[in-house]
């Protein structure tokens, strides 16, 4: 997935979401007015090691015995040679590692990561809302619906609570879970796999119960 910082192009993996250091390190020195910038100093320097081994503990490392995540921040594929000369190293940074690089590589980058942050922050929640409508459409077609809970379900599920201005509060991946949900609950509808309001409550309470081992009242 190929997305853009500043006049940049920088590639995000779907698979795991880490980006390529090195081709938006290689951008900027092709630049003859940029000061060169070596990816050796900056993964050596004592700051990024203290900030690669908190990532590691706060992010990365697998929390609990049967999670086997891959505990790297770095993940490096060495450039090989070809009939057409040496293909560039790829260095794929964890997101938060990759800010701090990009920002390393230019101050003035600073101002474009904080902004697209923020604008994929805000589009989870327009989606999100979106999305919500479209479930709300989807469930109009049963007599019964509890409109009050609706909402109150959905955050159960994704956040293990539920409060007023909850989803204000989210991280990028809890919107993300959120409107993958209301996708999904939607889609289950409209494919006749959930045929009632007490059968879409079902659903919700085994996901919930899934991922968080009991059944809030509301779900019950």
Known sequence: MIR???NFNVIQRTSDGYFDANLL???WNKMPSNKRRRMDVFLNSDKTKEFIEELNISE????????HTDNQSVKIK????TKIGQTRDEVWMHPYLFIDFAMWINPK???QVIKFIYDQLIKFRHDAGDNYRKLCN???KFSDVEWSEVGKMLNFVVFDDHEKGLRNKATSEQEND???????MCRFIEMGFVNSYAQFKKVLRKEWHKRHGKVPVVLT
């Not at 990365?60 to 999670?67: A, R």
């Not at 060495?78 to 040679?81: T, V």
Request: hydrophobic share 30%.
């Open 4 to 6: 853009k910082l500043d």
């Open 109 to 111: 980058f600073k101002v």
């Open 138 to 140: 989807a469930l109009g």
């Open 25 to 27: 390190l290689t951008q």
């Open 178 to 184: 959120l409107q993958q949900l209301e996708r999904d």
């Open 60 to 67: 990365i490392e697998p929390k609990g015995e049967n999670c």
């Open 78 to 81: 060495k450039g090989r040679k």
